[in-house]
């Protein structure tokens, strides 16, 4: 085993339960099976969870557990909730800002946040949205979302019609207006175009360590 294999996996305090099968000697093999052939996953299925190790190494996507014993049903379900209460499962998106649709620099500059639909997008409060702009073709704001079920507060922004619907508020942390998160050179840190951010993706650890290096 590699030493970056044997690295030693951060993962919630369930996983020093006394538990025969325990599968946390396994995550360094485990989860590097799933990088190497398992791309562009949002949900894992622990089909048998157990003390919920394997799942918590997987924080950065939706997550399926599955237990005979109703003792680690509670046991996840209660990791979930103090996980979502202590902040520790705020997750870092790439987004597509359509400027065909809104001009959202306009509205980021002038209001501080924008207003982005609810749906397709599963953010929560707290989570990072780093902005790539359709017309600029980089990543130019790091947003952060503040709150949730909200009006449409953008609407004087937007280029069609504004939708009446629901929305997430992301607001303003961090704006970059140098060359480095350019398209050119994001292709070069496992970027895979615009398509690719159709919907909001946390996936892709390549591009979003790289981004976060820059900001």
Known sequence: MSA?????????????????????????FITNVVKTECTDIETIADVFAGTGAVSSAFTDKTIITNDLM????????EEVINCTAMNKCNRTWIAFANRNRCRHADAILNLGFISWRMGRARFAIGDIVYLFMSDERCVRFKMVVTAEHQERQDKDYWVEKAPNDKTYKLELLEEYNGSQLSEAVLLQHGFKGGKSLEIPNCNNLQLINYIKSIF
Request: aromatic share 18%; net charge positive; with cysteine.
């Open 4 to 28: 970056k294999e044997s690295q030693t996996y951060k993962t919630s305090l369930i996983n020093n339960r006394r538990y025969l099968g325990n599968k946390y000697k396994l995550l360094p």
């Open 70 to 77: 109703y003792s680690n049903y509670i046991c996840h379900f």
